[in-house]
């Protein structure tokens, strides 16, 4: 079996740039180039200090760097891997979380807020309340493998549940223990940049590329029971669909 150095070539001790910084670039470039491929774990930290004549401290830098662009994932227990891009069917109506744990993935968020509140004009309009009406607005960073996927901003109408703290890890089985998960939604998709708070947020450049995607959730009896705003990494997502012919 080739070494890794043979992979992904080797560290110049002479070059002023620091070690941990030319590991990286060694390994983005080999995952750029599909020499490491999606999925692929990477041997162990301790391996790599070995071969790279580096010491362990720099290859965690060079890693920790890598798996917050999304590139490597650290999955506990099994080791750090090369990311695939998610590819999120279009037509399914499906959370986050189940999206993340089909691919055998670890969704977890971070709470940027989870309150209560009263409807503004334009989440009025979107989801059709009244003025007035109690909502909860449930803001987070997404998380897959410890990788940011995406920035989601969720108003649910207050009858769907009983308080903000109701919803834990995921806004959908929180949803679905009320009987008021949706079941038919609405979908628009647009592609944005990430401005400087955002970008900061989920760990990528200002401007960077990233995917809106705005879902309005009804219940079979045509509530709105959700108005989502999730930004996507650019990077990290495909969005696919399956196209039938009606004839
Ligand atoms: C997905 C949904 C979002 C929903 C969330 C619930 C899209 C485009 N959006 O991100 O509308 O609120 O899942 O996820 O798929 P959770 O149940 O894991 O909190």
């Not at 070690?19 to 162990?44: F, N, S």
């Not at 989801?127 to 007035?132: A, F, K, R």
């Not at 309005?216 to 997502?237: H, M």
């Amino acid at each position: 079996m080739a070494s890794f150095s043979e992979i992904i070539g080797t560290l110049d001790q002479q070059n002023r740039a620091p070690l941990y910084q030319q590991l990286q670039r060694a390994l983005r470039a080999a995952i750029h180039k599909e020499l490491l491929a999606p999925d692929e774990a990477l041997p162990p930290e301790r391996d790599l200090a070995e071969e790279f004549q580096i010491s362990r401290i720099t290859v965690r830098k060079a890693l920790d760097g890598l798996v917050s662009e999304g590139l490597l994932a650290r999955r506990q227990g099994a080791g750090t891997f090369v990311t695939s891009r998610v590819e999120k069917s279009f037509s399914k109506l499906s959370s986050f979380s189940e999206d993340m744990l089909s691919r055998g993935r670890t969704p977890h968020s971070t709470w940027l807020s989870r309150a209560a509140g009263a409807v503004t004009p334009e989440e009025s309009m979107t989801l059709g309340l009244s003025p007035g009406t109690p909502v909860y607005r449930f803001n987070r960073i997404r998380y897959a493998d410890g990788s940011a996927m995406a920035l989601e901003y969720s108003t649910v109408p207050g009858f769907c549940l009983p308080s903000a703290e109701s919803v834990e890890a995921s806004l959908y089985d929180a949803l679905e223990k009320h009987g008021m998960r949706p079941v038919r939604a609405l979908q628009r998709l647009r592609a944005v940049l990430f401005n400087a708070e955002q970008a900061k947020l989920i760990g990528v450049a200002e401007n960077a590329a990233g995917l809106l995607i705005e879902r309005r959730g009804f219940l079979k009896d045509g509530r709105p029971v959700e108005f989502t705003q999730s930004y996507y990494r650019g990077d990290a997502y495909d969005f696919v669909a399956e196209l039938n012919w009606l004839s």
